[in-house]
């Protein structure tokens, strides 16, 4: 099957907790950097892992620059939106919503499995690798399978009868439509129910055909992103993944913190895409990568409080590889409250994720038009 006959899949791996832009994309001939970062925050230029003349990587993220100089990676640099709040949880769900000037109550990517599936036939298009369920993905009457653990979901399955299956789905369903409400409660209940069955059916059978010669780490990072590609490759028809890692909140001791988690962010991902390369999967995969703001330029001296502007990583065959946008002004007089100032909004970021790879109108999921970078190739393919 080519790259035209597979839908484009598209994987979005969270960094929870305000990644630190100016130490994952380092400007190593900025002196404006050095006077900032005099701590042991600072990387010495002879530490970088340089991209090009100006802008290089921290030093352990060496997978990642591996995929950056085999053109399969596109840095997108000073994304946000006006006015920050510099708050993680109104931040992440303006992210995760799209709503900047009110509480959203539909997350981008729910909306686009409803695009992408209208009549909602597969109950695993969307498929969240972790605890809960991220506001991103959620939009009522939309299906997404929510798995912490793969080697143990769908327990529920060992029970054959499906009029067992169904009795017991109405008792949940009365149970909690009497405690919530009653009618499209207990109809939205039920429904969910029977969806998360049928998925874990599909993913139970689909996922007994898995195997890899790729060796992950034993993080958590490397087994959310492993069962992405178990998923994936079991060929089920997913089209969407989402999974997350943190916390980046690094308001003290960030040297290790932050070298851990990139260590394993940058690991995981090389392993992940090695992995579908060796199940020739990876042609019609696009992989995003966001946190919801950047880090303070001026270090505090043991680590980083809340910024605005971000960088965003997209990863895949596809993806025209190189710098996108301009890094932001670190000069003094530049800065919004000691902040790099956004000025390529995250919402035009994924209007070309929507367009370019999964060919949705994304004016009505991102609610408005806004200036795509482009930074994808290819088109996503069959839909």
Not at 275 to 300: K, P, T, Y
């Amino acid at each position: 099957m080519t790259l035209k006959e597979k839908p484009p899949v598209l994987v979005v791996l969270q960094l929870t907790g305000g990644n630190d832009y100016l130490n994952t994309v380092i400007p190593y001939t900025d002196s404006n950097y050095y006077d900032n970062r005099r701590s042991l925050l600072q990387i010495p230029e002879d530490s970088v892992l340089k991209l090009d003349d100006e802008l290089g990587f921290h030093p352990v993220m060496g997978p990642m620059k591996e995929i950056y100089d085999q053109g399969d990676m596109a840095i997108i640099h000073g994304v946000g939106y006006a006015k920050s709040p510099r708050s993680h949880f109104r931040s992440m769900d303006i992210w995760h919503t799209c709503e900047p000037n009110k509480v959203g109550t539909e997350g981008w990517l729910g909306r686009a499995l409803r695009d992408l599936d209208p009549s909602g036939e597969n109950p695993i298009g969307g498929v969240n690798i972790g605890q809960g369920l991220p506001r991103a993905m959620t939009v009522p009457g939309v299906s997404v399978a929510s798995v912490a653990d793969l080697t143990t979901y769908g327990l529920l399955t060992g029970i054959e009868q499906q009029e067992q299956r169904t009795k017991m789905l109405q008792r949940f369903s009365n149970m909690y439509g009497q405690a919530i409400g009653t009618g499209a409660v207990k109809e939205y209940l039920g429904q969910t129910g029977l969806d998360a069955l049928k998925g874990a059916d599909i993913l139970k059978e689909g996922l007994s055909r898995y195997s890899s010669n790729v060796e992950y780490g034993t993080d958590a990072i490397a087994s959310s992103l492993r069962d992405v590609a178990m998923i994936h490759t079991a060929d089920v028809g997913t089209r969407v993944f989402y999974t997350q890692h943190g916390s980046f909140d690094t308001h003290a001791s960030q040297p290790p913190t932050f070298d851990k988690l990139w260590t394993e962010v940058s690991g995981a991902i090389a392993d992940f895409w090695d992995d579908l390369r060796q199940h020739d999967a990876d042609e019609n995969v696009v992989m995003f990568l966001f946190s919801e703001f950047g880090r303070r330029v001026r270090d505090n001296g043991s680590g980083t409080d809340h910024g605005a502007a971000g960088a965003c990583f997209a990863i895949g065959p596809s993806i025209k590889g190189g710098m996108h946008n301009v890094y932001p002004e670190t000069r003094a007089e530049a800065l919004d409250q000691g902040d790099l100032v956004p000025d390529q909004d995250f919402r035009g970021v994924y209007s070309t994720i929507l367009e370019d790879w999964l060919n949705l109108d994304p004016v009505p999921i991102v609610n408005g038009q806004f200036e795509q970078p482009k930074f994808i190739e290819k088109n996503g393919g069959a839909v």
